[in-house]
């Protein structure tokens, strides 16, 4: 039994020392001790003493080891990347205040010796069963377990948990598939489940959505807050000089001279670094709680277009300031930008934190075009007309965290496979099927579950919130739901993917067949052509087509915590 816990000092000892990045987390982890403590005990209190198995769980930091080549951990005190660092220390205060067991890793040695690999040998099957019902690591540390664990791998890669910030797409996943359809990168084809996968933002409903927290405001807090905010005050988004190069960034920052001081947090040693204007008064980079300390004063806070979906966005609205951003039209991708070429996913970036613009909006947030001088100096102008309040959605409070981790480890289990009995070999019109179990809604335009329906009473998500719809042919099943006001939910694609589900919805199938296509269960309407999935790996909410309109699982979500259904703690 997990008994939560109340205390974060063991949690402390256990992230060792020696580096930076350990140094940057711990200091974070202290600093938000009492809220973490705070919402532990609000969720003991909402989860009414329930059962719950205390688990053993390694973490294991691949990126933070030397045989990885430690990158980041040099360059936490200049100026880089941090957010990874932010989400792991976040993730070891919510698994430890759960009451779970847990190890913390962060070189091969500790890796192998937790693992019970005996030194001196690699690639060897384990000799003893692995100590840990969970591993949480990211594909650096994958790839040490595949190469360390030998045939090992395969038998436990199911109780991996992937942290990775970007999304994995399901074609990118299945090996063969990505191999044969040209889904191949660096870091995909790893074959695990896609919700084995857990992203930093809520953007590809294939994997898990994990995230971070931010730090939350007392009314007190919120009050001082507000009447200590500086209107004319912006802050720019970039503490590397290399972030403040972007096209046009003198034409636009001379726009927003006009109306507000500007304030940066660059790091530099001995100068100010050619790129950031002598307009600009550059505090140097900030720690963490002094950087939120600036932010509580400014009005906005101004992104360049990078970094990517980091964390600074949501605590400078957790702070009261609004958050302007650029649109990116065409969509960065990994087909078209640098930054994103060679990561397992297709997705297309709107702008440069899409949670915030889709998730969040105005007044908090504004998504405009940096090219277009009026479109932007509109905007600056209306936000100097704007008060807002500090937001902070719930998915990224401890207490939201907490909840969504807690769900995770109760309810995902992709060791025990439930999956569906195979399918036909070949295309047989006369296919025996399982007997229906979806009844049409009332107005006809999509399926739902029938309240008479069988349900599983240990099928996760519940399975009553599961809507079918029919995407059009320039939409994923990702923006099918998102139109509705839902969200694509893959573990309900097996309950889709059956012939009669087709002739529920009206749609005309001269003939059904069972391939493996990522964008499966489908129809091509012209030809009244109609597809199953083959592969249940393949199952994915993104992918579009235009000779496809696509078979849609979506559900509801609570507000505030997209990642679970209304009825799924
Ligand atoms: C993102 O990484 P970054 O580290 O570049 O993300 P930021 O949004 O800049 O925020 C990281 C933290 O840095 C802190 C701030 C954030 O929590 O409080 N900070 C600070 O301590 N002092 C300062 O002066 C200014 C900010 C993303 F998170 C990664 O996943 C991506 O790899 C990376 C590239 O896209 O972008």
Avoid at 188 to 203: A, D, K, V
Avoid at 242 to 248: A, F, R, T, V
Avoid at 538 to 547: E, P, T, Y
Wanted: hydrophobic share 35%.
């Amino acid at each position: 039994q997990a008994a939560f816990r109340s205390d974060l000092a063991r949690l402390l000892e256990l992230v060792g020392t020696g580096k930076e990045s350990l140094s940057f987390m711990k200091k974070r982890i202290r600093h938000l001790a009492q809220q973490w403590l705070r919402a532990a005990r609000r969720l003991e209190q909402k989860l009414k003493g329930r059962q719950r198995d205390q688990k053993h769980i390694l973490v294991h930091i691949g990126f933070l080891t030397e045989e990885s080549g430690d990158v980041f951990s040099p360059r936490v005190l200049k100026g880089g990347p941090l957010g990874e660092m932010v989400q792991w220390a976040d993730i070891l205060a919510a698994l430890f205040l759960l009451g779970h067991s847990l190890r913390v890793t962060v070189s091969l040695k500790e890796l192998q010796s937790n693992l019970g690999v005996p030194p001196g040998r690699g690639n060897c099957p384990l000799t003893n069963p692995l100590p840990f019902d969970l591993i949480y690591t990211d594909y650096h540390g994958l790839q040490q377990m595949k190469q360390h664990m030998g045939l090992s791998f395969k038998k436990y890669r199911c109780r991996v948990r992937v942290i990775d910030t970007f999304g994995t797409e399901p074609a990118y996943n299945h090996e063969e598939y990505a191999t044969l359809r040209g889904f191949r990168t660096n870091w995909g084809y790893w074959n695990l489940h896609p919700s084995q996968f857990m992203t930093m933002f809520p953007h590809t409903p294939d994997n898990s959505f994990m995230g971070f927290v931010s730090e939350e405001l007392n009314k007190t807090e919120r009050q001082l807050i507000k009447s200590n905010k500086v209107g004319s005050m912006a802050v720019v988004y970039g503490k590397e000089a290399s972030i403040w190069k972007p096209q046009g960034k003198e034409r636009f920052l001379a726009i927003l001279n006009k109306y507000m001081e500007i304030h940066g947090t660059v790091y530099y040693e001995t100068q100010r670094p050619p790129e950031v204007p002598a307009f600009v008064k550059n505090h140097g980079l900030l720690p963490q709680h002094e950087f939120q300390q600036l932010l509580r004063k400014a009005k906005l806070f101004i992104g360049f277009g990078f970094p990517y979906e980091g964390p600074a966005p949501l605590e400078a609205i957790a702070n009261g300031c609004v958050f302007l951003q650029a649109r990116f039209n065409p969509p960065h991708s990994s087909l078209n930008h640098e930054f994103f070429r060679g990561k397992p996913t297709s997705r297309e970036v709107s702008s440069q934190h899409p949670y915030a613009e889709d998730f969040i909006g105005k007044p908090h947030v504004w998504t405009v075009d940096y090219n277009n001088s009026e479109e932007f100096e509109a905007a600056i102008k209306a936000i100097m007309r704007t008060q807002v309040d500090p937001y902070l959605p719930y998915e990224y409070t401890c207490e939201g965290m907490l909840e969504r981790i807690h769900a995770y480890i109760q309810h995902q289990d992709f060791c025990t496979t439930t999956s569906p009995p195979p399918p036909p070999r070949t295309k047989s019109p006369a296919m025996q099927s399982p007997p229906s179990v979806l009844a049409l809604s009332p107005n006809a335009t999509h399926l739902v579950w029938s309240p008479s329906a069988r349900r599983d009473p240990r099928a996760w998500p519940p399975v009553d919130s599961l809507q079918v719809w029919v995407s059009e042919t320039r939409h994923a099943c990702t923006e099918t739901c998102r139109r509705r006001g839902l969200v694509c939910e893959p573990t309900f694609f097996r309950f889709l993917n059956k012939k009669e589900v087709f002739l529920q919805l009206s749609i005309t199938c001269d003939s059904t067949e069972y391939e493996m296509n990522h964008l499966y269960p489908a129809v091509a309407e012209n030809v009244h052509e109609c597809y199953l999935q083959k592969e249940p790996l393949l199952f994915s909410c993104a992918g579009h087509n235009s000779k496809y309109r696509r078979l849609c699982p979506c559900r509801d979500y609570r507000e505030g915590q997209v990642a679970l259904c209304r009825d799924c703690v």
